[in-house]
């Protein structure tokens, strides 16, 4: 039973897992709408070879809405390491490949997955074929490909998708139509959350709605994508490539990072978001900060219980 509120979550990578693992405690009707342009690893391998969209970022979604016996998430998401052929697949990238070529069609062969793992929600992909993800960097350089774009060390200028204009899933565009509140991120910009908007169809049934729109900002910049980034330079891409009405609230992280964290984050090449309240306020952002992460993980995560149950609440 649901209490009749109807959430959409864009996005891709782990961001949007944790964040779905706390709406799915919720009695809400909860949609996930996923990127399909990773083009790396076991994914990008059977979009090669199979013809089939990429399937990773689908997985993990699914697994994160499951509820299954532990043993049956470890196995979906198990790994190969060895085996011609299967060394670096992942069985949940394998069966979600099977069932499209058994149904026909990626979509249906997620929604017969989803039955099988009780998934608590509706997986959706954004687009139901393959989506290129190209760059172009502030130096004219162009880069296409998902997994290369943060490789190339540049600042991005502009993001495209090949084909430009793919036909959203029918029933993506319904769940943003029908939805209380959307919500984007938290994940990679420029490469989980964007790919998703840049879909014609995403993108203008998200202007067009009357539902609440809101952003939750990562907490660590990306090394190669959003590098230096402020909160509102992250609001500032979303406007350039989908307009200004998308975003009417954003979520920021306004707590203390432990120093051992912030070092093991600047090896990578990452450092804390700025959270510079007033220039969000002036874009015409209702901004809602808090402490926003685990203080106990290993890795820095969004507290997916306490943004899920401020989201319901507002």
Do not use: W
Request: aromatic share 4%; with cysteine.
């Amino acid at each position: 039973m649901t209490n009749g509120k109807k959430i959409v979550v864009i996005g891709g990578g782990t961001g949007l897992s944790v964040l779905l693992r706390g709406l799915k405690t919720y009695p809400i009707d909860l949609s996930a709408i996923v990127t399909v342009a990773d083009d790396g690893g076991s994914s990008g391998r059977l979009r090669k070879e199979l013809n089939v969209p990429p399937p990773g970022d689908v997985r993990n979604v699914l697994v994160a809405l499951a509820e299954v016996e532990p043993l049956i998430e470890r196995l979906f998401q198990h790994r190969f390491e060895n085996g011609e052929g299967l060394t670096g697949h992942s069985l949940g990238n394998l069966l979600i490949a099977g069932m499209t070529s058994i149904t026909g069609d990626f979509a249906r062969g997620i929604s017969e997955l989803s039955a099988v793992l009780n998934v608590r929600g509706t997986v959706l992909p954004a687009s139901n074929n393959s989506i290129e993800l190209v760059a172009k960097m502030t130096d004219g350089s162009v880069v296409r490909g998902e997994s290369n774009i943060p490789k190339a060390g540049k600042k991005i200028d502009e993001m495209f998708l090949d084909p430009a204009f793919p036909e959203a899933l029918p029933a993506s565009v319904q769940a943003i139509r029908q939805a209380d509140k959307i919500i984007m991120g938290p994940g990679s910009l420029y490469t989980s959350v964007l790919p998703n908007l840049l879909v014609p169809g995403i993108a203008k049934e998200i202007s067009q709605s009357s539902a609440d729109k809101i952003y939750i900002c990562n907490v660590m910049t990306q090394s190669g994508e959003t590098d230096g980034f402020t909160a509102s330079d992250h609001i500032k891409a979303l406007h350039a490539h989908i307009g200004g009405s998308m975003i009417e609230q954003i979520f920021v992280h306004d707590g203390t990072i432990s120093p051992e964290m912030i070092e093991r984050y600047a090896e990578e090449g990452s450092e804390a978001v700025v959270y510079d309240e007033d220039y969000l306020k002036a874009l015409g952002l209702n901004v809602v900060q808090d402490d926003f992460i685990h203080t106990d993980s290993p890795v820095l995560r969004h507290n997916a219980d306490k943004i899920a149950r401020m989201i319901l609440e507002g």
